[in-house]
């Protein structure tokens, strides 16, 4: 048996993030990473670190996953050449709170003046579930 979080709490909270309800995050910003975020959500951020706000475009999958429903688009060219792996979410556009991270899905590398554009679903984060 597995040890974490029971479907219903996951749904709860997860919810909580996407849909921006009192008590969780009311807004939400996607932060880039090249490596794993760490505990802070600090560790690794991209050259490109300007924040993407992503209040309305998160959607739960199934219990105790969460991605992105639509098409998110930096509307910014990349600034250097480089490999985003990870991402973090954020209460605001620069400083706040960090909430959660997850990883990217797929090749999600650019070069320098590339557009920053990820595929709906690509932004997965997921929380363990008891078993």
């Known amino acids: 048996m597995a040890e974490g979080w029971s479907p219903d709490a996951a749904d709860i909270a997860l919810a909580a993030i996407c849909l921006g309800v009192a008590g969780a995050l009311s807004e939400v910003w996607l932060q880039l990473h090249v490596g794993p975020p760490g505990a802070a959500g600090t560790s690794n951020v991209a050259v490109n670190n300007t924040r993407v706000e992503l209040t309305g475009l998160l959607e739960r999958l199934a219990s105790g996953q969460i991605d992105n429903s639509v098409e998110v688009d930096q509307?910014?060219?990349?600034?250097?050449?480089?490999?985003?792996?990870?991402?973090?979410?954020?209460?605001?556009?620069?400083?706040?709170?960090?909430?959660?991270s997850g990883l990217i899905a797929g090749d999600a590398s650019v070069s320098t003046g590339d557009p920053v554009k990820f595929a709906a679903h690509t932004l997965v984060v997921s929380v363990p579930l008891a078993s």
């Not at 509307?75 to 400083?95: C, I, M, N, R």
């Open 75 to 100: 509307s910014a060219s990349a600034p250097a050449t480089e490999t985003y792996t990870h991402w973090s979410l954020w209460s605001a556009s620069s400083g706040g709170t960090f909430a959660l």
